[in-house]
């Protein structure tokens, strides 16, 4: 499947009931995402199981690449297209061998990092975090300069700009260098998410891909 330009990484809010969630999933799909990964941090696997099978849902309805955080069994169970894995998850060559059908997405921190997943040929990488997040605890920002880092090696596939990006920071990230974005609250928490992914992606549409 073709990877988009605007891609949201969801994490269920505690106490969230869920058909709201999902609501709010619908509601920025109808405003343009359009690459989708789940993200449920310490979840047993049998709920990530069902959730991510209604997300996925979600996104064959409308073409988009889905992917799960962390988990190659949940990707492979409840039908994913991917996974996403960060630097310190199950190495990629291990995840082809249990999951071979599935796409791979590889979280990079440094220009080391970037250099080493591009040698494992993933589906896309992922580069930050560019601000300070609350979803990276702990993890000092990456800056402006390591998107100029990762522009700079002209990677033969696709990589997303993220931490911290929404309407105001987008454009100082588009200048660094970058052509596709991954963003969490700047989607997921907004009162009307379909609106801001739709301010989003007419930024990315103007810089070319």
């Not at 560019?130 to 702990?138: C, E, F, I, R």
């Not at 522009?151 to 990589?159: T, Y």
């Amino acid at each position: 499947m073709k990877l988009g330009r605007l891609y949201l990484v969801a994490t269920p809010r505690a106490g969230q009931p869920e058909p709201e969630f999902l609501a709010r999933l619908d509601a920025a799909l109808d405003g343009g995402v359009d690459t989708l990964q789940l993200r449920c941090k310490d979840w047993e696997a049998g709920a990530y199981i069902a959730l991510g099978e209604r997300v996925a849902v979600l996104a064959r309805a409308r073409g988009v690449p889905f992917f799960i955080n962390d988990r190659v069994d949940v990707a492979a169970a409840c039908g994913a297209d991917g996974v996403h894995l960060g630097q310190g998850d199950l190495p990629p060559a291990w995840a082809r061998k249990l999951a071979p059908g599935l796409m791979l997405g590889r979280s990079t921190h440094a220009p080391a990092q970037a250099h080493a997943a591009l040698a494992e040929a993933p589906a896309y990488i992922a580069a930050g975090p560019v601000h300070a997040t609350p979803t990276k605890p702990g993890r000092a920002p990456a800056g402006l300069a390591y998107v100029r880092a990762v522009a700079a090696l002209n990677p033969p596939l696709p990589w997303y700009a993220i931490g911290g990006i929404d309407a105001s920071t987008i454009h100082e990230v588009l200048a660094a260098g970058a052509t596709r974005v991954a963003v969490v609250r700047a989607v997921l928490d907004a009162r009307n998410p379909a609106q801001a992914a739709s301010d989003l992606l007419e930024a990315l549409r103007g810089v070319p891909a």
